[in-house]
């Protein structure tokens, strides 16, 4: 894993005394609300309906022990005693008071955390597969060019007040687990024929208000032009992105607009024009950079696991968890765990103190001191040995984080909804909790399969409901929470816009309404189709009808 | 009539400003500086530039493209760029392509909603000269435009990035 040098460590003290200075200056009266706003937003401070939040950024989503351990204290010390991981691997703390936050980014800052630029109109942090590093399938680590990206995006002299919010995520698979083509940039590493590593660059996707799946503008770029062609694309946007309407500032409404072959000539020729030996980043600190993450001490292990045979065959629990949560490593003997956030009844996301103490530990004890936060809001640990299932599988069961359900029914996507947020219409965590209750017989969910279900409280859709085989979005109607499900999305490789079902339902009548859409698509599956793909096969009438019928 | 700041090496200084702002709506003075707006400066630049006896400026908005300017840019004494308000960050780019791209070595300005917190990112830009509208003294600018010991991307100044700290410690450790 990439390590914090004192260059990196030297610039978050600045930045936290930099933080530290803005906000005696706001208690003092020297700045006002207004002028405020957009410093603490640049330092991850929401105000939000009952206290402030804050967003810590996780760097490519990858943590260590410490940093765990450090995160589980601030929960303890400064909110409720847990945190919330976000869609784009973040960690959330809703009950924060503004004088503490500058003490709690100092203690942050000990363990190489921080939570710059994770809001505000600037380049957020960059998000990639949680399976970096782990998966087989991988053309080269995403952890690499986000570390890359990372440090160029850091408090960017030029890019720093973009017309709106800016997110880049990164795949090195072709299993895309970091929606890449619903942001606003999108890069997938691909080698070319001659074998020369490379980038698919995707633009202006997106979701909110008007959702994209992104164009790709440029198919090949080569891995080293990789800054200075960001550079061309930030800087068109900065000049051209709208801001006269925050609702069409996002650089997919100047795509759109433009045309995504309008848009690329345009980044072309101002990448023409900049100097790329200045702007691109030089191959000793590449080297650097990739030496770190190139470090993982594997051993070298038989592929099957006696114990861990003999152990699955004793234990249908264990069986289950294998079949559900454990992926497979690039490394003979080693697996990739994910730990379920989604037990039955939680909120979508959340960890207590305590749990994310006894996930450091596994991290620590088991899988190479290396934790991932995912998009959909799970963790992974990427490097636990087949021979350690056992144990870990154990001791996530005692700590309520065993559910065997990742991509299942009940493993469901949820933005804080009404229950926290201001821009909310309607709650969206008692939704998720309700259709987790439905669906909580596990056999009955592993018949089912892959069922992603993702959950928005309002249309600016940070529960991703677009890209949701089954979308469901929170609406006000005269004071009511009303929701109105979408079908088809999907923000991975095969990403898609869901189609709106109907007119909304009230809330009570959304888990059974999921429960009719699951019959049906259960009548009509062939052979392995998973519910994506039913849909895709007969369209979206029977699924109208079966829910529709069923309300009148 | 706001204080001029003005930046001497990585020092802030109050500085006497010998230009006037001319509004559209108002006329040239006889005589003295002055700062014009793009359109104005297209239409009577040519007219002021050559009587020779004054210096003249051009005050671009975050809307219009510095590309306009580029002929004149070796007249030009001042270019001074707005902000309207200073979340709006088009001024940056307008910075970095005069001193980067058009190599202007004139004055270039921060002007309208200009605050302290702005100070590091414009001189990293190639701003060199601040009206500054928080009150803030040079002494504040100094402060704020030298918080962060490092850098990570290169942009119009000189300064070393994180990139390049680390090679040369590499090679001192050699």
């Known amino acids: 894993m990439y390590q914090y040098d004192v260059i990196d460590r030297e610039f978050l003290t600045d930045r936290s005394n930099e933080f530290r200075h803005q906000v005696t200056r706001r208690l003092a009266g020297e700045l006002t609300e207004d002028q405020f706003k957009p410093l603490r937003l640049m330092n991850g401070l929401y105000l939000q309906l009952h206290a402030y939040m804050l967003r810590v950024a996780i760097p490519y989503g990858s943590l260590n022990s410490r940093q765990a351990r450090r995160l589980a204290w601030v929960a303890r010390t400064y909110d409720k005693g847990y945190g919330h991981m976000t869609t784009r691997q973040n960690v959330q703390f809703n009950w924060i008071k503004l004088k503490d936050a500058p003490d709690i980014l100092d203690a942050l800052a000990e363990v190489d955390l ?32 986000s570390e890359v990206i990372r440090q160029w995006s850091t408090l960017h002299p030029e890019f720093s007040y973009l017309p709106r919010k800016f997110k880049i995520a990164i795949t090195g698979a072709l299993t895309d687990r970091a929606a890449v083509k619903v942001h606003d940039i999108g890069l997938i590493l691909r080698r070319a024929r001659d074998g020369s590593l490379g980038f698919e660059v995707i633009v202006g996707g997106g979701q909110g208000r008007t ?43 100047l795509v759109a607009a433009l045309g995504a072959e309008e848009f690329g000539r345009q980044v072309e020729e101002e990448w023409a024009k900049i100097d790329q030996g200045r702007a691109d980043l030089g191959d000793q600190e590449l080297a650097r950079i990739r030496g770190a993450f190139a470090q993982t001490p594997f051993e070298t292990l038989p592929a099957r696991s006696e114990a861990f045979e003999v152990a699955r065959a004793a234990s249908p629990a264990l069986a289950r968890f294998a079949r559900n949560n454990v992926k497979p490593h690039k490394k003979p003997g080693y697996a990739i765990v994910e730990v379920s956030l989604k037990a039955v009844g939680q909120t979508p996301g959340d960890a207590t103190a305590d749990q994310l103490d006894v996930v450091a530990d596994l991290a620590e004890r088991y899988s190479l001191d290396d934790l991932r936060v995912t998009h959909a809001q799970n963790l992974v640990l990427p490097h636990v040995k087949l021979d350690d299932l056992p144990a870990v599988h154990a001791a996530l069961e005692a700590a309520g984080l065993a559910t065997a359900n990742i991509d299942l029914i009940s493993d469901i996507i949820a933005c804080p909804g009404l229950d926290y947020c201001a821009l909310a219409n309607a709650r969206a965590i008692p939704i998720a909790q309700d259709i987790a209750r439905t669906f909580a017989d596990p056999d009955r969910a592993e018949t089912i399969g892959e069922l992603k279900i993702k959950i928005s409280g309002c249309i600016n859709a ?8 089954i979308g469901i979005l929170g609406v006000d109607k005269k004071g009511e929470e009303f ?64 829910v529709y019928a069923q309300a009148d | 009539m706001p204080k001029l700041i003005k930046l001497s090496g990585a020092e802030a200084q109050w500085a006497d400003d010998a230009f006037v702002h001319v509004a559209d709506e108002d006329a040239i003075p006889e005589a003295g500086d002055v700062i014009l707006s793009l359109t104005r400066f297209q239409a009577e630049g040519d007219t002021l530039l050559s009587s020779n006896s004054r210096r003249v400026g051009v005050r671009v908005e975050p809307a219009e493209e510095v590309e306009a300017l580029v ?14 308000k200073y979340r709006d960050g088009r001024a940056y780019t307008s910075a970095r392509l005069l001193r980067e791209r058009f190599r202007y070595e004139g004055e270039v300005r921060a002007v309208g909603d200009v605050l302290q ?23 504040a600018w100094t402060k704020a435009a030298a918080r962060f010991r490092h850098v990570y991307q290169r942009a119009a100044d000189a300064r070393p990035i994180a990139a390049d700290e680390r090679a040369q410690q590499k090679e001192g450790a050699l």
């Open chain 1, 211 to 253: 959702p994209y799946v992104g164009p790709t503008i440029k198919h090949h770029l080569p891995a080293g032009s990789l800054l200075s062609y960001l550079e061309a694309v930030l800087r068109v946007y900065n000049r051209h992105g709208r801001r006269d309407n925050i609702y069409k500032a996002r650089i997919k409404i």
């Open chain 1, 483 to 546: 929701y109105q499900l979408s079908l088809g999305g999907s923000g991975a490789e095969d990403a898609s816009i869901g189609k709106i079902l109907g007119p909304a339902l009230p809330a009570d009548k959304v888990a059974p309404a999921i429960d009719t859409l699951v019959d049906t698509y259960l009548a009509a599956r062939q052979g392995e189709e998973r519910f994506l793909d039913t849909y895709r096969r007969v369209g979206l009438e029977p699924f109208k009808e079966a």
């Open chain 2, 117 to 139: 917190e702005q100070a590091g990112f414009m001189v990293r830009c190639g701003f060199d000269a601040f009206e500054p509208n928080d009150g803030a003294t040079p002494e």
């Open chain 2, 71 to 84: 002929y004149d840019l070796p007249r030009l004494s001042v270019v001074a760029l707005a902000f309207p």
């Open chain 1, 462 to 469: 940070c529960g991703h409901h677009h890209v949701a085989h």
């Open chain 1, 114 to 145: 921080h939570a710059i630029q994770t809001s505000g109109n600037c380049i957020r942090n960059t998000t990639a597969d949680p399976y970096a590093g782990a998966t087989a399938e991988e053309i080269d680590d995403p952890r690499v060019w």
